[in-house]
């Protein structure tokens, strides 16, 4: 079964710090994206790529976050440096095209004190 | 914004029927998603229905669609222990574009 895929599962850093995501999407999907699950609640969207362009990045915090897709393929998903209220799971996901059935991964929890 | 809501907790008995309910607001939704997630685990796609069709049944799963009251519902049958987890009711296309737009998940709990 195609899966998309996340590392780390787990990461925890102090306020301040840098910290960065990896996600490989199901192969051929071309759109691609990244959520923030703060816990309790559901996912929120802070980006989204078609390929390696973004189509959505209105809920990204540019101050400290970052993301880039540069080959359409793998995406990275950065924060610097983090606060307190970045604690969340990170998850990726993807669907073959814009308006298909989306995919997630596992996710990564993000733990800053 | 798009809005999706959700009841925050269900507790059934082992056997019985599950029925989780939603309500958006984007009535030009494409898609309408249920997702499962377990304690650190990822959202599991359970199911999704497009938003011409009323219902969509997958084995013990089945999914309504009232798009005149824009409610969705979850009927899970025989609920097992397993199926304890967070369910997430979601919605994609129409004003919010192809982003899914989540409600805060309905916490299903099953006592044996």
């Known amino acids: 079964e195609a899966v998309v895929a996340q590392s780390p599962r787990y990461k925890i850093i102090e306020k301040r710090q840098s910290v960065a995501f990896w996600c490989n999407p199901i192969?051929?999907?071309?759109?691609l994206y990244w959520y923030q699950q703060i816990l309790g609640q559901g996912p929120k969207l802070l980006i989204q790529f078609q390929n390696n362009g973004v189509v959505d990045d209105s809920q990204l915090p540019k101050d400290r976050f970052s993301a880039e897709r540069l080959k359409g393929v793998d995406s990275t998903l950065k924060i610097q440096p983090a606060k307190l209220e970045d604690s969340a799971v990170y998850l990726c996901?993807?669907?073959?095209?814009?308006?298909?059935?989306?995919?997630f991964g596992n996710g990564t929890r993000l733990t800053v004190t | 914004g798009e809005d999706v809501e959700q009841s925050l907790f269900l507790s059934v008995r082992e056997g019985d029927s599950s029925v989780i309910n939603c309500t958006y607001t984007d009535s030009s939704s494409t898609y309408l998603y249920w997702y499962k997630q377990e304690p650190g685990a990822g959202l599991q796609l359970l199911t999704y229905i497009f938003s011409n069709m009323d219902m969509k049944q997958d084995q013990r799963l089945t999914v309504l669609l009232n798009k005149k009251d824009k409610h969705l519902s979850l009927r899970i049958a025989d609920t097992q222990t397993g199926d304890s987890a967070i369910y997430f009711c979601a919605e994609s296309g129409g004003n919010a574009g192809n982003m899914l737009t989540f409600g805060g998940g309905t916490r299903l709990m099953v006592k044996p």
């Open positions: 996901a993807s669907s073959l095209d814009r308006g298909q059935v989306t995919h």
């Open positions: 192969s051929g999907h071309a759109t």
